[in-house]
């Protein structure tokens, strides 16, 4: 018996030897930030205002949360801007620091010295669920001259948008700096404790999307998109965000991309692509789609949008010409709605 005992020891203590090893490396490789949920609000999650983070499984990226929890330089907001909500590729956590399409932006329309492009974005925060947020983002940026949604596809399920039009309302308890400031020395502790062992929160991340990805195919079982039934709902979604904002709503659609055989590369066309322009015109939104830039970047500099040196060329998020490509899509339409 007293055998046993030294032998799980030393199992045990090689084991918590290896976690700390493992811990370590994530420490200066993948930190994630404490996320901190919340409702009626623009995002559902947003990161504990003024905490790092470091990204390096695509690319590498370091960047610091602002006061309202979101990921943008410490700088004020300039007179005239617009908000832009989308999901990963918005927040552009696996580019440098002035890397990312909003950085891009910013250095072009301001002297740097104030933010005319703001992120408002987070992980997983797709087109449906900005839909069903616009309410919140109208009241929570309701200064801002313009709303520019990103968006990677334009073909949802129906579930999906039936999901998007039951629309949120908005509380001003639920602002990032009104969160942090009712936060108590406990709730503190526990965000800095998770910080600092990023093997729990992978671990739990890991967990969480594995979880729901048997979830979302249990229930949608290979799903088929009914393009009448898609375009009258899509249609639906569309018209609310129109009522709630009178100022210009742009929604920004880059396509994934394929390198085909013969080498050339081709931006990747979903079935509901031309139903979504057509039925962004009818509502008065302005469609940008960057399939063309892409393709044309490709075939004068093979240029390839997406993918990083650890990772496989044309797939994962954006990567810096990638970011720099949407930026030049976005950049006219932006100075028009900014101009003095």
Not at 29 to 38: A, L, V
Not at 120 to 134: R, S, T, V
Request: net charge negative; charged share 20%; glycine share 8%.
């Amino acid at each position: 018996m007293k055998r046993f005992f030294s032998q799980s020891l030393q199992w045990l203590s090689a084991l918590m030897l290896a976690v700390l090893i493992c811990n370590g490396v994530l420490f200066f490789y993948n930190r994630p930030t404490g996320f901190i949920n919340r409702t009626k609000a623009s995002t559902n999650t947003i990161f504990y205002p003024g905490s790092s983070m470091l990204h390096g499984t695509e690319g590498h990226g370091f960047y610091t949360a602002d006061s309202n929890g979101y990921l943008n330089p410490n700088l004020p907001i300039a007179e005239k801007y617009a908000v832009i909500v989308g999901a990963s590729h918005t927040q552009g956590e696996e580019v440098s620091a002035g890397e990312r399409y909003a950085d891009v932006l910013n250095s072009r329309l301001t002297d740097g010295s104030s933010l005319a492009a703001y992120i408002c974005a987070q992980d997983g925060l797709f087109l449906p669920k900005i839909i069903q947020n616009f309410v919140p983002v109208t009241q929570e940026f309701s200064d801002a001259q313009a709303i520019i949604i990103e968006t990677g596809h334009t073909a949802y399920t129906s579930g999906e948008l039936d999901q998007a039009l039951k629309q949120k309302e908005f509380d001003e308890k639920n602002l990032g700096a009104n969160i942090a400031s009712r936060m108590n020395g406990k709730a503190k502790l526990i965000i800095k404790v998770k910080e600092a062992l990023p093997i729990y929160t992978i671990a739990k991340n890991q967990i969480a999307a594995y979880k729901a990805k048997e979830k979302t195919q249990g229930e949608s079982g290979g799903d088929e998109i009914n393009l009448d039934e898609y375009t009258s709902k899509m249609d639906k979604a569309l018209a609310a965000i129109r009522s709630q904002w009178s100022k210009p709503i742009i929604i920004m659609y880059h396509p994934g991309v394929t390198i085909n055989p013969d080498g050339t590369m081709t931006a990747v066309e979903e079935p509901t692509d031309k139903a979504f322009e057509k039925l962004c015109e009818k509502n008065g939104i302005d469609y940008i789609n960057t399939g063309s830039a892409f393709e044309k970047a490709y075939r004068e500099s093979h240029t390839v949008p997406y993918g990083f040196s650890d990772t496989s060329m044309g797939t994962g998020h954006l990567n810096k010409d990638g970011h720099r490509l949407a930026a030049d899509c976005l950049y006219g339409k932006l100075e028009e709605v900014l101009a003095p």
